[in-house]
């Protein structure tokens, strides 16, 4: 198995320090140099770019007290905007991730695709009219549960929820944007293992769970009162979780020709909504599994998140692996740090690892602020 890029990425940061020190040390002997030359070869090797970021947000809104997870993905539509004329200003190409996927890049340039998660109705009128403005393409993966069953576009004054049918044939429809698929339930599913107590008059942190026992369209779950179910079995992503049912925990098979019903049926509707074929799919929860890409892959999807290498951007690729953005990066803080920081991820993410410094300093501030508290699973 191949290691994973934060593995490799910490090995070079640890290897380079080392060498580093190694530097000074012959420069303090007063070997100048070859000092010099060893210091200059590390940071360069440091630097370098081998990887094409793809970037991941998922709400842009100024309130995201709706989302249980809201602190941990939401972003502010100002400090979006900020972050995306960032980009523009320090010479970043944002470009289509089919490049990505078909190997048309050089992660030497500066290039970098910009992904959406879950639709949500806020990235509509938010986040859509500054990429617009920005000429910024981006991906936008939809579950098709998630899907509002509203009738034509909504504006501002929705700020709750997900896209529509309509919004998302808008977006996939005015050549800058492309709809992918993000499955058909966005759910955590019960599996064996232990019970855990919960609140039940409110959503919490289990709310993926309790889409499990809301059968159907959940696209407006928050305005409903949450299923007062407590305790609650151990959860995993329904793709790749052989399930506990009534009759006992699912063998592979019957995981596997769940996913695949799931999975395809998912894939028409969202193909039927579009007018076209989609094969871009998007991993809840960034879980997946060799089984659970084989039963995607053979109900036609053909390009996935969820890796865990660099991106090379110059050959073609099935799988890219992303960096999630959220706000408060460093804690609360003044926009100049906030954008800091965005620039510090990106570039981390592309593969120069001189900015980690920075990275870490923001993590260990908002981890010590204390109000931030880690949201259990990736949504
Ligand atoms: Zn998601």
């Known amino acids: 198995m191949a290691l994973d890029r934060k593995h490799i990425r910490y090995a070079r940061v640890v290897a380079g320090v080392v060498v580093l020190s190694g530097a000074v040390l012959l420069i303090l002997r007063g070997?100048?140099?070859?000092?010099?030359?060893?210091?200059?070869?590390?940071?360069?090797?440091?630097?370098?770019?081998?990887s094409v970021p793809v970037i991941v947000y998922h709400a842009v809104t100024p309130d995201a007290s709706w989302l249980p997870w809201g602190a941990n993905v939401a972003v502010r539509p100002e400090v979006f905007r900020a972050?995306?004329?960032?980009?523009?200003?320090t010479g970043?190409?944002?470009?289509?991730?089919?490049?990505l996927f078909g190997g048309q890049l050089d992660p030497r340039?500066?290039?970098?695709?910009?992904?959406?998660?879950?639709?949500?109705?806020n990235v509509f009128v938010h986040a859509r009219p500054c990429l617009e403005r920005l000429g910024f393409p981006a991906t936008v993966f939809a579950s098709t549960d998630f899907i509002d069953p509203s009738q034509g576009v909504r504006g501002a004054d929705t700020t709750r929820g997900y896209m529509n049918a309509e919004e998302l044939r808008a977006m996939d429809g005015d050549g800058l944007f492309k709809i992918g698929c993000h499955g058909k339930d966005h759910v955590l599913g019960p599996v064996p293992g232990p019970m855990m107590a919960r609140d039940p008059a409110t959503w919490g942190p289990e709310t993926a769970h309790l889409w499990y026992y809301m059968p159907g369209n959940k696209a407006r779950w928050f305005e409903q009162a949450p299923p007062g179910i407590t305790p609650i079995p151990d959860s995993q992503s329904v793709l790749v979780a052989r399930l506990l049912t009534p009759q006992g925990q699912?063998?592979?098979?019957?995981?596997?020709?769940?996913?695949r019903a799931d999975l395809s049926a998912a894939r028409s509707l969202m193909s039927r909504l579009l007018g076209r074929e989609v094969v871009d799919f998007c991993w809840p929860f960034d879980r997946v599994s060799d089984a659970a890409l084989a039963d995607a892959r053979a109900v036609g999807f053909a390009h996935f998140t969820g890796g865990r290498q660099d991106n090379p951007g110059n050959r073609p690729v099935e799988t890219v692996s992303r960096t999630h953005v959220h706000d408060h990066a460093a804690g609360f803080a003044p926009l100049w740090v906030e954008l800091l920081v965005f620039r510090a991820?990106?570039?981390?993410?592309?593969?120069?690892?001189?900015?980690?410094?920075?990275?870490?300093?923001?993590?260990?501030?908002?981890?010590?602020?204390g109000q931030f508290p880690r949201f259990g699973r990736r949504i």
Do not use: C
């Open 31 to 50: 070997h100048w140099a070859v000092g010099a030359v060893l210091g200059a070869g590390t940071l360069w090797a440091l630097s370098r770019r081998r």
């Open 83 to 89: 972050q995306m004329e960032t980009l523009a200003r």
């Open 92 to 99: 970043w190409e944002v470009v289509p991730d089919d490049r």
């Open 109 to 121: 340039k500066r290039q970098l695709a910009l992904h959406f998660d879950d639709a949500y109705h």
């Open 250 to 259: 699912e063998t592979e098979a019957q995981r596997s020709a769940r996913v």
């Open 345 to 369: 991820r990106v570039e981390i993410a592309a593969g120069n690892l001189l900015w980690s410094p920075i990275s870490w300093a923001a993590s260990a501030r908002r981890r010590l602020s």
